[in-house]
C-alpha cells in the first residue's frame, strides 16, 4: 500500500523541474511581451512626430498663395499710381486669408459691441464709465478675436462699460471731515 501510494504521487523533484519549466516560459514571454511593448512606443513616437511636422502643411501651402498674392499687391503699387488697385489687391488677399483660416477651422468671434463682457470669449483692455448702458456692456472691439473648432484661441480685446462712480456722495463726504 505504501509503495502504491508512493507511485501515485509524482516525485517532487520532476513537479519542481516542470514549474521551473513554466516559470521560464512565463518569463521569456513576459520579455517579448516588454519588448513588443518598448517597439510600440518608439513607433508611436516617430508617428506623432511625423504628424507634428506635417500637420499644419495644408494651412502652410495655403499661407504661401496668400504671401504670393501679397508680393504682387507690392509689386504692382510700386507700379501703379492709384491707391484703388492697391486696395483692392489687399481686400482680395484678406478675402483668401480668411478663408484659408476657415478651412482649417477659425472663425472670428461673432460682434461683439453692445453684447455683454463674457471672459471665455473677451479680455477688458479698457473699462469707460458710462451710465447709459449697463455695466459689463462691450462698447467698443479694440482687436478682433478667434476661435479654432469651438476653442477660444485669441479673445477679443474690448473697451468696456462701468457703473459712474457717485463724485457728489465722495464731495459730500469731504465736507463733513
Known amino acids: 500500500m505504501v509503495e ?10 520532476d513537479l519542481l523541474e516542470s514549474e521551473k519549466k513554466r ?12 519588448a513588443d511593448l518598448e517597439n510600440f512606443k518608439k513607433r508611436s513616437d ?20 496668400v504671401a ?23 481686400e482680395m488677399t484678406l478675402k483668401k486669408l480668411r478663408k ?7 472663425t472670428p468671434i461673432e460682434k461683439t459691441e453692445g453684447t455683454i463682457f463674457d471672459p471665455s470669449k473677451h479680455n477688458a483692455a479698457v473699462a469707460v ?9 462691450i462698447l467698443e472691439e479694440i482687436r478682433k478675436g478667434y476661435m479654432m473648432k ?3 484661441i ?3 480685446i474690448v473697451k468696456v462699460a462701468i457703473k459712474p462712480k457717485n463724485n457728489q456722495s465722495n464731495q459730500t463726504e469731504e465736507k463733513t471731515n
Open 4 to 13: 502504491d501510494k508512493q507511485q501515485q504521487e509524482p516525485d517532487i523533484g
Open 23 to 34: 516559470s521560464e516560459d512565463y518569463l521569456n514571454r513576459l520579455r517579448y511581451m516588454q
Open 46 to 65: 516617430r508617428e506623432a512626430e511625423q504628424i507634428k511636422n506635417f500637420c499644419t502643411e495644408r494651412m502652410v501651402i495655403g499661407l504661401l498663395d
Open 68 to 90: 504670393d498674392e501679397l508680393e504682387l499687391a507690392v509689386k504692382n503699387s510700386e507700379i501703379s499710381t492709384s491707391p484703388d488697385a492697391l486696395l483692392e489687391g489687399v
Open 100 to 106: 484659408v483660416l476657415e478651412q482649417e477651422g477659425v
Open 129 to 137: 464709465e458710462d451710465g447709459n448702458v449697463a455695466e459689463g456692456t
Open 150 to 152: 469651438g476653442k477660444v
Open 154 to 156: 485669441r479673445p477679443t
